[in-house]
């Protein structure tokens, strides 16, 4: 069996730059970016670190450059005879050579930033991940970012040897705060340190480049800040990274682990505060409250956020070893949000510990909407008068209790902490945790291991209470329990056959099943229950649906390469994959609600039209409910299903045109 880590990324070879002018990038502005464009304005960015005084490299014609929007070359520059050379071992590893033959820039040996390929392909990765949580032009922000780094080359070439402590907090800098809003030059002299060795094919890991911190920080004052008591806690935005956004891995001590674009769009917040509050351009309240949380409603609580007088470490970010990592609880505990959720806490009074159980919800990995961020300051408030309560005592049971309010709130706005004028008792909210264990573990699994971005055609999903939908297989029931009552006590009990399920494995077009059809009516079979089309927002999560559905998303199918495929589908978010599940209501005497996934679906988000929706084996066809319900959710969302008038033409040998698009006998759909 061929061996898989999916969290890992080989590192791709590298094509020369493409040599363009600031302007002819600028029309590449836009927050969805291809692996094209993003090769062509990395490059410009490597190429922008040349000497100054080496003559810029003309447009070369690519289509790379052409797919990035650049402008065609000028008429004078197309008359030129051009002849090209190939690259050199030297300027292939640092990226950056101009390919016509005699160019002085090539002849002086014009690369000043000796960037390695590791780190270049960071970049690639994390530019559109920062540009998503950031409206800023990117070429401007190149700009600054070369100026940064032609900067720290000069006083401080540490900065340039490591990601997570050097060149991935300079790059946030450059793309979040503009540099019109530098108060210095980065030219000036801001470190009166001698430089230090520098190592660039060195040893590259997470954890790697601690010892440069001060500089980081000696930079980061001279540009952003007024005043020597800057709050260095809140800068903690240009290092932290929750590890949930991949792993690059060039040999076996040169790894970069990479920050999620949720990960990174709550960095930016915070780095966005940062400024404003070191720049003086309004009263910390006010700016906390609008780029973090309305509910910051007193000073006292903001002062909590305004603390710390060095610079952060990063937290301590491990490098995955398997396909299901999760990062450990430090990693969290250690984030920008949870310094406003102390702050919080700690002026609702509530005990220290109690921010240990709030690190394993949802409420220290994303800030939620005004109405979201409103309802958590209650749900803390609940915990701080309960605090003393034998079921908030245990960390994992807070957390439960949390998530499941949570939970709750997210099915039904109108959900609130308090009942008949009194608050929940933890004893029932714990309780109906534990029964809802099931559908909550599910919620943890979106959070954990490398997180994906939401889909970028803003589709959402789908919620239907109290319907009665049958629980099990009829391939997995007991024997005999298929037959239609009257049958059982003329059949012999050695002679009873399972039914043999259609379309297992083979098969393309669509067979009914009769037992399928009286499972679905089967009183005992049947439960209210809550159905839920929700968007696979982790990599922890879809290997966990390849598990439970038993379908090619498990690593032990085909060496992984499957999951592999649709892992890189969701991380460019040409598709995003959606979940079906039911969900039992819970009953009193019920120690856990059953949770079944009926369907896995793929979208193409440009296209709106959903291209796979397969349901768990032995039978891989959507159960006729689950197909009704799919088409409720594509009428909600103004999806359609993939078929010959789509985008992939299924091995049909024949196609009724008078079918409708949602009869299931004209779909072919995985």
């Not at 071992?89 to 990226?95: A, D, K, S």
């Not at 720290?152 to 900065?159: N, V």
């Not at 911190?213 to 809140?234: C, G, N, S, V």
């Not at 949380?293 to 491990?318: A, I, Y």
Request: proline letters at 8%.
């Amino acid at each position: 069996m061929a061996s898989f880590v999916a969290p890992f990324e080989p590192l791709p070879s590298l094509q020369p730059p493409i040599s363009a002018s600031p302007s002819q990038v600028r029309c590449a502005k836009t927050s969805k970016w291809s692996s094209s464009q993003l090769t062509a304005v990395t490059a410009l960015a490597i190429a922008l670190c040349r000497t100054r005084g080496a003559r810029a490299a003309r447009p070369a014609r690519s289509k790379a450059l052409r797919r990035a929007g650049a402008a065609a070359v000028t008429k004078e520059e197309e008359d030129e005879d051009q002849y090209y050379r190939s690259a050199t071992p030297r300027e292939r590893q640092f990226g950056m050579y101009d390919r016509r033959a005699g160019s002085r820039s090539s002849q002086s040996g014009a690369v000043e930033l000796p960037l390695s390929q590791l780190h270049v392909v960071a970049a690639q990765r994390q530019l559109p991940v920062l540009l998503e949580a950031v409206d800023t032009d990117a070429s401007q922000a190149i700009q600054a970012w070369s100026e940064l780094l032609s900067a720290c080359q000069r006083q401080a070439p540490e900065l340039l040897s490591t990601w997570s402590c050097g060149l991935s907090p300079l790059l946030r800098l450059a793309l979040v705060v503009p540099r019109s809003q530098w108060l210095r030059s980065p030219e000036e002299s801001w470190c009166d340190e001698a430089p230090g060795p520098v190592q660039h094919e060195g040893p590259e890991g997470p954890r790697l480049g601690t010892e440069a911190l001060p500089k980081l920080e000696k930079l980061i004052r001279h540009l952003l800040t007024k005043y020597d008591d800057a709050p260095m806690d809140l800068a903690a935005g240009f290092l932290w990274s929750d590890g949930a956004g991949g792993t690059l891995r060039e040999r076996e001590d040169r790894e970069v682990v990479l920050c999620s674009g949720a990960g990174a769009s709550l960095c930016v917040s915070f780095i966005r505060l940062f400024r404003e509050v070191c720049q003086g351009e309004r009263k910390p309240l006010a700016a906390a409250q609008d780029l973090l949380s309305p509910t910051l409603t007193k000073t006292k609580m903001v002062n909590q956020l305004l603390g710390g007088s060095t610079l952060p470490t990063p937290p301590p970010v491990d490098v995955p070893d398997e396909a299901r990592h999760i990062q450990p609880l430090a990693v969290t505990l250690a984030s920008p949000l949870m310094l406003l959720r102390r702050a919080q806490l700690a002026q609702l009074n509530a005990p220290e510990a109690m921010a240990e159980a709030l690190a394993q919800t949802n409420l220290a990995k994303d800030l939620g909407s005004p109405e979201e961020e409103a309802f958590a300051l209650e749900v803390m408030s609940w915990m701080s008068r309960f605090a003393d309560s034998p079921e908030l005592e245990d960390k994992h049971s807070a957390a439960q209790c949390v998530e499941w309010l949570l939970a709750q709130r997210s099915l039904d706005a109108k959900f609130s902490l308090v009942l008949s004028g009194n608050p929940r008792a933890p004893k029932k909210v714990l309780a109906a945790a534990k029964r809802d264990a099931a559908t909550l573990e599910l919620q943890r699994l979106q959070s954990s291991g490398q997180r994906f971005l939401p889909n970028p055609a803003g589709i959402k999903g789908f919620v239907k209470r109290g319907v009665l939908a049958a629980f099990g297989s009829p391939y997995e029931s007991p024997s005999g329990s298929w037959l239609p009552k009257g049958l059982k006590a003329f059949v012999g009990e050695g002679s009873l056959v399972e039914p043999v399920a259609p379309n297992s494995w083979h098969g393309d077009d669509y067979e009914p099943c009769n037992a399928e059809a009286r499972f679905l009516k089967d009183p005992q079979r049947l439960r209210k229950a809550t159905v839920r089309i929700d968007e696979i927002m982790s990599f922890e999560y879809m290997q966990h649906v390849g598990q439970v559905m038993a379908n090619c998303l498990r690593v032990e199918r085909r060496g992984g390469m499957s999951l592999v495929k649709y892992l890189s589908r969701a991380k460019s978010r040409d598709s995003s994959f959606w979940v079906m599940t039911i969900t039992a209501e819970p009953e009193e005497d019920e120690e856990e609600a059953p949770v079944q996934h009926l369907l896995l679906m793929e979208v193409y988000n440009g296209l709106r039209v959903i291209h796979q929706a397969e349901g768990p084996h032995p039978r891989r066809w959507p159960r006729l409910d689950a197909w009704r319900w799919l088409e409720e959710w594509a009428d909600q969302e103004k999806l359609r299903p993939d078929g010959p008038e789509g985008v992939t033409v299924g091995p049909y040998e024949a196609y009724d045109a008078d079918m409708d698009r949602w009869d299931i006998r004209r779909c072919f759909l995985w």
